[in-house]
């Protein structure tokens, strides 16, 4: 069954510290991951997908297929990075509309 | 605010009654997802319509659920002798077929005293 496990519920660092994140899949077809991110009373919205490789607010996620991990990054973390992070896997196939997501993981940046 | 649109945004309603959501997707958007999210954990699937097609239905969703897309534009959510249990936020999601993203709205909590 697909699963996605985002083993930290809270992390905090100080501004201008690297950050990560941390997500693995559990997943027997081919996936696509994403990260979505909510900010304090804001709505769900897609901060990047594996499949863009693109660098957004300059966080970075690299898809591990070996590791089945999906871990967001950032060298230097700002205070406005604080929120909710989720990672999320899209279902292959004919149930490609289909999300699945992690528990989540709040991100403290403390200045 | 041209996003996808939930109401109401909150709802207390006491165990044994009936509710209704609305959501209102991106214009042109086709599909149309249901999630639930309750506390500590993340969005979970519920339904998912295509146009007018309602297409797949979870396993959470018991038979005191049942969710609309009459006209492939609006859809309704209704939980029918609401419980404790059902007390969580409701996710309404709209996107496009040949783009993975979905667009979420900002939910509808409900709390089932």
């Known amino acids: 069954a697909q699963r996605v496990t985002q083993p930290e519920k809270l992390l905090s660092v100080f501004k201008g510290a690297p950050v990560e994140l941390k997500c693995n899949y559990s997943?027997?077809?081919?996936?696509?991951l994403f990260w979505y991110v909510q900010y304090s009373r804001q709505r769900l919205q897609l901060l990047l997908r594996h499949i863009s490789r693109e660098s957004i607010k300059g966080f970075t996620a690299d898809l591990n297929k070996g590791e089945t991990s999906f871990h967001l990054k950032k060298p230097f973390a700002q205070e406005e990075d604080s929120a909710m992070y989720y990672c999320a896997l899209r279902h292959s196939g004919g149930s490609n509309y289909k999300l699945t997501f992690g528990k989540g993981t709040l991100l403290t940046v403390n200045p | 605010d041209t996003g996808v649109s939930q109401d109401p945004r909150h709802k207390i309603t006491k165990r044994g009654q009936n509710v209704t959501f609305r959501c209102d997707p991106i214009?042109?958007?086709?599909?149309l997802y249901w999630y639930r999210q309750t506390l500590g954990q993340g969005p979970e699937f519920l339904t998912y319509?295509?146009?007018?097609?309602?297409?797949?239905k979870s396993r959470l969703l018991s038979d005191r659920f049942s969710a609309e897309r009459p006209k492939g534009s609006f859809s309704t959510l209704e939980i029918q002798r609401t419980e404790q249990g059902d007390s969580a936020m409701y996710l309404c999601?709209?996107?496009?077929?040949?783009?993975?993203?979905?667009?979420f709205g900002q939910g509808t909590r409900l709390t089932v005293v």
């Open positions: 319509f295509q146009n007018e097609a309602q297409l797949e």
């Open positions: 999601a709209s996107g496009v077929s040949k783009n993975t993203e979905a667009f």
């Open positions: 214009s042109e958007h086709n599909r």
């Open positions: 997943y027997s077809g081919s996936p696509e």
